[in-house]
Each structure stands twice: as structure tokens, then as C-alpha cells.
């Protein structure tokens, strides 16, 4: 079945350190990405998003991801990690009206980000 | 601009209570949707609605009825509370369901905490 899959489930960093978080999906056809963040005891807010055009991406508080259309993949990066960055990320997916949950946003699974001060 | 409300923030039921999440946007959004957060499942849609008067399963619904009041409010019932049912609830809305020409970002509420015992 299609799906959003994010690979990690809980990463532990310290600061400085650099992020890579992955997310691959499995639609195929004109799909629109995003990540959101949540910080705890918040609700969930846009990080990044792709529609069309430059495949990288950059978003709020120095995060960025790349669109990899042959790896089906939307990889989300920080080079340099803060406490504050402490939150569980989740990718996301609109998927075409051709698939049965077309239409609609798909998450992935989510990944918890843990950064040591 | 408040964005997306939700109230309450918290419940505790007992089961077989009956109670209503309620949602509204001031974003003059046309598609508004409900989701359930489980940990280690993401987000799980379970009722959407792509404009005002119409509403239309997702991927977890039963159990759950939805309401779409009018183009601002959309509320999500539930008629007979499970202990599985004990989850985080999110409202969101966008400006309208994805196609493939157009990827709308979908905007979420603070959330809503239901324990049901």
C-alpha cells in the first residue's frame, strides 16, 4: 500500500551537531511535501513545504530539505542543531486523486528529535 | 486571526459517554479536516470536509460522526467513548483539498486531549 515512511523514530543529538532526518513516500505522479514540527505540548506547525521549482527547500529556523524524485525522498537537514530544536518532526504527503487516499495529507509516522544541551 | 480554535483542550470520559470536539477557522477555508495522533502512528485522518455541506470518510472513521456547521466550524462526535478512542485530536483546515495543479497547506489547531477510561 502507499505510504509515508520516516526511518527514524528517535534521534539524539547535541548541539552543534548536524541533522539529517529521512522521509520517503511511494506515490507516484505530481505530489506535494511537507514537514511539520511539534514542539512538545504545542500543536503542529509548518516547517517546510514543496510544491514546484528549486527541489531544496528552505524553511524557518535555519531547516532545509531536499526533493529527490527518483529516490522518492524528502530528506530534512540542519547543519547545526539547537536544544530548542528538541520536538517530534513529521513528513507529510498530498497525494494524487489517482491513489485511494488521494487528496489528503499523509504522515509519516513521526520522529522524535532529542538534543542535549 | 485566531487561526484554528478547538475546544476543549482536555476531557476524561467514561465509557459510553457521548461528547463533541468542536473546531472553527477564521481562515475562510473551504476544506476542514480531523485527525487522531497515536504514538508511533503519526496522524490518522478520520473525517474530512472538502467544502461546506459535504464530509467524507478518511482513514480511521469508525466510531467518530462529523458536522460541517457551516464553512467556519466543524465539529467531531463521538456517540459511544471506547478506551481506544483516548488519543490527541486535531482540527485543520486549508484553502482546499490538494489537486494536482494546486497543494494547499493545511493549517492545524492546538489540539484536544481525550482520555477515555
Known amino acids: 500500500a502507499q505510504s509515508v515512511s520516516q526511518h527514524n523514530h528517535h534521534v539524539i543529538l547535541s548541539e552543534a551537531a548536524s541533522l539529517e532526518l529521512g522521509c520517503n513516500y511511494s506515490y507516484g505522479g505530481t505530489v506535494n511535501l511537507f514537514w511539520y514540527v511539534q514542539y512538545p505540548g504545542q500543536h503542529l506547525q509548518l516547517l517546510l513545504k514543496?510544491?514546484?521549482?528549486?527541489?531544496l527547500v528552505k524553511g524557518i529556523k535555519g531547516f532545509e530539505a531536499e526533493f529527490i524524485k527518483s529516490k522518492f525522498s524528502f530528506n530534512l537537514r540542519k547543519p547545526s542543531v539547537q536544544w530548542s530544536d528538541t520536538a517530534e518532526y513529521f513528513c507529510a504527503v498530498n497525494a494524487p486523486k489517482i491513489y485511494n487516499q488521494g487528496g489528503k495529507l499523509i504522515f509519516g509516522q513521526g520522529t522524535e528529535l532529542s538534543v542535549k544541551p | 486571526n485566531a487561526g484554528v480554535t478547538q475546544t476543549p483542550k482536555f476531557q476524561v470520559l467514561k465509557t459510553g459517554q457521548s461528547m463533541t470536539l468542536q473546531c472553527a477557522q477564521d481562515m475562510n477555508h473551504n476544506s476542514m479536516y480531523w485527525y487522531r495522533q497515536d504514538p508511533g502512528m503519526g496522524l490518522r485522518l478520520i473525517y474530512y470536509?472538502?467544502?461546506?455541506?459535504?464530509?467524507d470518510k478518511g482513514e480511521v472513521p469508525n466510531g467518530y460522526n462529523v458536522s460541517r456547521l457551516n464553512k467556519r466550524e466543524f465539529s467531531l462526535r463521538l456517540e459511544s467513548a471506547a478506551p481506544s478512542q483516548t488519543s490527541v485530536y486535531f482540527c485543520?483546515?486549508?484553502?482546499?483539498?490538494?489537486?494536482?495543479?494546486?497543494?494547499?497547506?493545511?493549517?492545524f489547531g492546538p489540539g484536544t486531549r481525550l482520555t477515555v477510561l
Open positions: 485543520a483546515s486549508s484553502e482546499n483539498l490538494f489537486t494536482a495543479s494546486r497543494g494547499d497547506t493545511q493549517y
Open positions: 470536509s472538502a467544502s461546506e455541506g459535504t464530509t
Open positions: 514543496y510544491f514546484s521549482g528549486d527541489p
